[in-house]
Nanobody, 121 residues
Framework: QVHLVESGGGLVQAGGSLRLSCVVS?????????INWFRQTPAADREFVAG????????AYGEDVQGRFAITRDISKNTAFLEMNQLKLEDTAAYYC?????????????WGQGIQVTVSS
């Protein structure tokens, strides 16, 4: 059974940084495996934040986070990371790790439980 467990969220001041982690278990990674991060606020649908192709390391970012966020992975630990810098109030959301086989930016079949990131002024 596939499990994704996020950690690293919390409260941070605007301009600060946080690093989210997503540990994946129960999945055999292949060249089609992709980890995406999405985020959601109560007023909006889930928004694509960043994605990485597990084997090639190719990455892509949502327009709102380009240049501030970085997605990486540690293949030996089955863990993906989202480094968030220069955080803004509008980055406040629940962040979800997502595992799929259909490409960066495309919602896959497996989700983590979500983790809250709150940016304060």
């Amino acid at each position: 059974q596939v499990h994704l467990v996020e950690s690293g969220g919390g409260l941070v001041q605007a301009g600060g940084s946080l690093r989210l982690s997503c540990v994946v278990s129960g999945h055999t990674f292949s060249r089609y495996s992709t980890i995406n991060w999405f985020r959601q606020t109560p007023a909006a649908d889930r928004e694509f934040v960043a994605g990485i192709s597990w084997t090639s390391g190719a990455v892509a970012y949502g327009e709102d986070v380009q240049g501030r966020f970085a997605i990486t992975r540690d293949i030996s630990k089955n863990t993906a990371f989202l480094e968030m810098n220069q955080l803004k109030l509008e980055d406040t959301a629940a962040y979800y790790c997502n595992l799929g086989m259909t490409g960066i930016g495309v919602r896959g079949a497996y989700w983590g439980q979500g983790i809250q990131v709150t940016v304060s002024s």
